[in-house]
Structures are given as structure tokens and as C-alpha cells.
């Protein structure tokens, strides 16, 4: 639908493990030439979609059949690609524990936007959630839901809490202060809000303002699921190993738990300086 859409070209890729079919080779006594079927087969299987996915949608289609790793592969077929798009399907709950989702780890290597596709297509997008940290690039995931689904109701989340609360309390820090504390960072939140989607679209009321105390990933899961959004759109920010493993990742939970398609962007760096 999006290649329709925007009259480009889709390229349908399949990766077969070359560790896989190493093995296979030394599996048992099949055949030698077994492998090799096995990977004409997925070829042929992989240009009938295309040939369908060409016939229905009327859009350019190629068919890729790569052996080699996962990652690697897709990352490299992807590198001159306008947008990578992952089903979710077929996670291994427990490698992508150890070692993150297919996804995640796209994001991480690539450059390129990567969709994660849960619910079947039967329509545009009507309904994004944008969660937005109101960090210097928060504007990039905005702009990125505007461009994918323009018609669409579009809602800002943001996630606050107040730093060192219950240090504060204990400190002696009154409630009505820190109340007042808390009234704040959300009259800042939805102005920000405001702030970014006029930069965005020119309108300061182009996106619906939802601010709300609490941990980022479990408000985005939560919100996706009451708001029934059909795409949620995540700028992941780029976090050291030891800020990863102490505070988790935000990413991680949403490709996780919410219900919808998922657009991962990645932070852009920063260029450098004069």
C-alpha cells in the first residue's frame, strides 16, 4: 500500500540462514543437492508474491532470495531502501531477550526508518501515537508521522515524572511543592507540544497533547491499547550498553507488548561542528 502510495518500487527479500543450510549439508542422507533445492524453492515461492503483490497493488516488485546472516543481510539490501519493512512474526522470545529483536537491531545498523508490521493492511493509518521525549530531535518522529499518515489523528505523548521524588520527599519537601512541581512539567509538556507541531506543520494543534506522570514504555503501551492507534511512531535514542541494561529500553517494551505497527526511527547525529 505505502509503495502504491508513493509510486516506488518494493523489494521483497528473503534471508536464508547460511548457518542453517551449513548444517543441513551435514545433517543427514538427503541428498547433497538438498540445500540447493530448498533454496530454488523459497526463490520461486518469493517471485509468485511478487508477481501477485505487482498484479494486485500495481507496483513495481522484485523478488531477493540472499543466504547469509539475518541482520547483516537485510541491513546491507536496505541500505539504499527509503524504508525497511519487518513483519513481526516468528520473535524468539528468548534470543531476542538476550541479544534484542531483528528489529531493534536493524535500527541500531541502519540509518534507514524500519516499519514493524503486526496487524494486516486493510486501510491507511487513522490513528498514530507519537511518543516525544521534548529532547532536541523530537520534531524528526512528528515530521515521520505526518509523512506516513497525513490524514490521520495524530496524538503526542509525553511521559514525565519528578526527578528524585521520594528523595525529596524524605528530605522533607512538602506535597503542595511538589505538586507544584508536577503542574508544571505538564503546562511545559503540552506547550512544548504546541512549540513542535507548529515547527512540524505549521499548526500548533496539528497533534492532540497527551501528557501524563508515569514510566515512558508502560504509558506508550498503555495509551496505544485505550486509543486503539493503529501505528505507533518511536524515535529510539542512541543509550551506552550500561544505560541500556540499568534503566531498559523503552523500544524493547514497546516492540514487546503494544498491538499496533510500529515506525523505529533512529536519532540522527549530530554533524559536526564549524
Known sequence: MLAKEYAAELQLLHVVSAVSLEALRQWGPEPLDCPDRLVQLLRHELEEIAAHTAGQHGVRSEARIVVGDVT??????GASADLVV???????PLKDA???????????RTARPVLIVRTPPHEAYRNVLVPVDLLPGAQEALAAALRFAGEAMITALHAYDVPFEGLLHRAGVSDAAIDGHRARAYDKAVETIGELSASVSGDPLRFLAFVERGDAGARIVERQRTSGADLVVLLKRTRSVGESLLLGSVTRHVLADVASDVLLLKEAKPGPSA
Open 86 to 92: 519487518l513483519g513481526a512474526h516468528g520473535m524468539n
Open 72 to 77: 547483516d543481510s537485510i541491513v546491507s539490501a
Open 98 to 108: 538476550l541479544l534484542g529483536t531483528t528489529a531493534e537491531r536493524m535500527v541500531s
